[in-house]
């Protein structure tokens, strides 16, 4: 119960901090739409590229998956979220 209470407390202040660099509520909402957006079709491309490698497909699934952590750990640690 606490751990939602401050959970919720720091979502309202990364919001504070979006109003305080002059973005309006819908800009917001619009970003956080975007990124889940691009977050969900990433999943969706990558997890298409696993299952179903071409035949001529020269990346490893280890490299794939290793380029994709990494692409997700920059996206947290720029943003954390």
Do not use: N, W
């Not at 401050?6 to 973005?23: C, F, I, S, W």
């Not at 999943?43 to 071409?54: D, Y």
């Not at 035949?55 to 943003?79: H, N, V």
């Amino acid at each position: 119960m606490q751990h939602d209470k401050q959970r919720q407390q720091q979502q309202q202040k990364k919001a504070l901090q979006g109003e305080e660099d002059g973005l309006e509520a819908s800009d917001l909402l619009l970003i956080h739409t975007f990124v889940g957006l691009a977050m969900s079709a990433g999943t969706v491309i990558i997890g298409l590229i696993v299952l179903r490698p071409g035949p001529q497909c020269l990346i490893s699934l280890q490299y794939l998956c290793q380029a994709t952590l990494y692409g997700i750990g920059i996206y947290y640690s720029k943003y954390k979220v």
